[in-house]
């Protein structure tokens, strides 16, 4: 059974910055990549970024491109992300999320394993 924790939120001003911390234990050899996602009150669950576990290779959705940061540390089978120039429209409960097997996508349907999520306050 996979397991993920994350760590790192917390209230932050405008224009400050966060990082993101997702451990996973209990990782299946064919799941491939790791996923971040954030969800506000009153919406729907939104992609943030992507990375596989081999090679790193990394997907963000458009809006993030720029600002957010997603990596790896494998040999802590831990996923990171790196939130710059937060603003108010970024608070949200952030969730990383594991497929059971293959890259996962977009979509949180694509995503089998899900943490309890963090929330992150950026105040104006």
């Known amino acids: 059974q996979v397991q993920l924790v994350e760590s790192g939120g917390g209230l932050v001003q405008a224009g400050g910055s966060l990082r993101l911390s997702c451990e996973a234990s209990?990782?299946?050899?064919?799941?491939?990549?790791m996923g971040w996602f954030r969800q506000a009150p009153g919406k729907e669950r939104e992609f943030v970024a992507r990375i596989t576990w081999a090679g790193g290779s990394t997907y963000y959705a458009d809006s993030m491109k720029g600002r957010f940061t997603i990596s790896r540390d494998n040999a802590k089978n831990t996923v990171y992300l790196q939130m710059n120039s937060l603003n108010p429209e970024d608070t949200a409960v952030y969730y990383c999320?594991?497929?059971?097997?293959?890259?996962?996508?977009?979509?949180?349907?694509?995503?089998?394993?899900w943490g309890q999520g963090t929330q992150v306050t950026v105040s104006s």
């Open positions: 999320a594991a497929p059971r097997s293959g890259y996962g996508g977009r979509s949180p349907r694509d995503y089998d394993y």
């Open positions: 209990g990782r299946t050899s064919g799941s491939y990549a």
